[in-house]
Nanobody
Framework: QVQLVESGGGLVQAGGSLRLSCVTS????????MGWFRQALGKERELVAH????????YYSDSVKGRFTISRDNAKNTVYLQMNSLKPEDTAVYYC????????????WGQGTQVTVSS
């Protein structure tokens, strides 16, 4: 059974930081591209960042570039999202996801963790 479990969300003031974690099981983690998505209330889900199998290649959306950092620890089957200089518009449910194929089709998803940034 595949499981992706996010943690680390919470309430933070604007300008603060949070570190999200996503622990996986049931997949060969090192074979998967891992991504972080977010969905704000009333908005469509958007890709925030993704990282290649070995962690060498990363992608960030323009809205988070320079503030967020995605990383992974293949020995711990875990992907992270370090979020700095948070803004109220970063408020959303954050999801991690996994794909063995292209980044347009993530197959496995976590349940999400809420991030709320107050102004």
């Amino acid at each position: 059974q595949v499981q992706l479990v996010e943690s680390g969300g919470g309430l933070v003031q604007a300008g603060g930081s949070l570190r999200l974690s996503c622990v996986t099981s049931g997949i060969t983690f090192s074979s998967y591209i891992m991504g972080w998505f977010r969905q704000a209330l009333g908005k469509e889900r958007e890709l925030v960042a993704h990282i290649s199998w070995g962690g060498v290649s990363t992608y960030y959306s323009d809205s988070v570039k320079g503030r967020f950092t995605i990383s992974r620890d293949n020995a711990k089957n875990t992907v992270y999202l370090q979020m700095n200089s948070l803004k109220p518009e970063d408020t959303a449910v954050y999801y991690c996801a996994a794909t063995v194929g292209g980044t347009s089709n993530f197959r496995f998803w976590g349940q999400g963790t809420q991030v709320t940034v107050s102004s």
